[in-house]
């Protein structure tokens, strides 16, 4: 797993406290993140709450709110309403879908220790938003085991540090499900190292049908805003990146059996020269497997800095087990990107 995080920037949108309040007892969701007990996931009516009452307070500090921002609870379509520490820290939060279609969202949140400092930050997965209709969820974490802050037994503030959003005919499927096309594509959680990149890009045949590929995924960069970033050059290979990658090799005829997997090694560097222009980040690469397959979007958060190139290999064999759906690979990542394959 990479341990180095990305240098894309994470835009503070509010932190709130709350003083005062009840807690909801939380259950956990089919994908595993928490939910409100009794609260339909896919409802748009659904009144998931923290228990938080009418007479209770939240402040928004000035040095935690975006430049610009009134209250700084609020972005892209995500706005937290309520909050309670006890025991637990809940978040009740809104997702709004303001597009054409059905989006998935996953949202990152920063729960604050009592110090306000050293937050640790979580993600829910709200999935198929319908256009025009808003959700309420709830995201729980229990304080009294958290591992971020030792002298803190409970959280003061929360905030929405990422919100990104997918369409979710081209979002990998929660719980297990297979999507139509009878294969689930993610990424895993990659490698950095000396403004090298790397992440893997998985496939799993998780049909009842032989899937066969043979060459390299076609890959399609996309911005914040959903927009191609044409910018950016897609290159066979890796040997335009780095000397030694898990993007090089020849492309080689391969046979899915059901729950058979293959995966793509994507490479680049986040390397800036000065004078170049404003650095490319781009979250989102729309992925077709093969010719003719249908396209799905995984979020590897590009980093590209000045550079202009991003590296991909062609499809190989993965021997070695790893989940039906997203996240991570089940495998370790490479110890350094001097040697990033993934295979021996």
């Known amino acids: 797993m990479r341990s180095v995080s990305l240098t894309l920037p994470l835009v503070v949108a509010g932190v709130l406290v709350l003083t005062a309040c009840g807690t909801q007892r939380v259950a956990s969701s089919g994908d595993g993140s928490p939910r409100a007990e009794g609260a339909d996931s896919t409802d748009p009516a659904s009144t998931a709450s923290c228990g938080a009452r009418s007479s209770d307070t939240w402040v928004a500090p000035s040095d935690m709110a975006p430049p610009g921002s009134p209250s700084g609870l609020e972005k892209d379509g995500v706005r937290i309403t309520g909050f309670s520490s006890r025991s637990s820290a809940c978040a009740e939060f809104e997702v709004t879908n303001h597009g054409a279609e059905p989006f998935t969202y996953t949202i990152a949140f920063a729960f604050l220790s009592d110090s306000g400092r050293e937050p640790s930050s979580m993600e829910q997965t709200v999935p198929s938003v319908a256009p025009g209709r808003s959700v309420k969820r709830v995201f729980a974490v229990d304080t009294m085991h958290s591992h971020t802050d030792g002298k803190a037994k409970g959280k003061a503030g929360v905030r929405i540090t990422k919100v ?19 294969v689930s594509v993610y990424v895993d959680k990659g490698d950095a190292a000396m403004g090298l990149r790397a992440v893997g890009l998985h496939l799993r045949n998780c049909g009842t049908q032989t899937y066969r590929l043979n ?3 076609q890959l399609q960069i996309l911005d914040e805003g959903h927009k191609p970033v044409s910018s950016v050059k897609v290159l066979h290979g890796g040997s335009a990146i780095t000397a030694s990658s898990g993007a090089d090799g020849v492309p080689q005829p391969l046979v899915l059996k059901p729950g058979e997997s293959a995966y793509a090694d994507m490479v680049w560097r986040n390397t800036y020269e000065a004078g170049a222009g404003d650095p490319v980040n781009a979250p989102y690469v729309r992925v077709w497997a093969k010719p003719g397959a249908a396209p799905m979007t995984v979020i590897p958060e590009l980093d590209l800095g000045s550079t202009g190139k991003l590296g991909v290999g062609p499809w190989k064999r993965d021997d ?20 990033v394959p993934r295979r021996p």
Not at 164 to 182: I, W, Y
Not at 320 to 339: D, E, Q, Y
């Open 164 to 182: 990104r959003s997918v369409p979710t005919a081209e979002a990998a499927p929660a719980g297990g499900v297979c999507p139509l096309s009878g």
């Open 215 to 217: 060459g390299y995924p």
């Open 320 to 339: 070695t087990m790893g989940p039906v759906t997203g996240g991570t690979s089940g495998r370790p990542a490479p110890p350094s990107l001097t040697a």
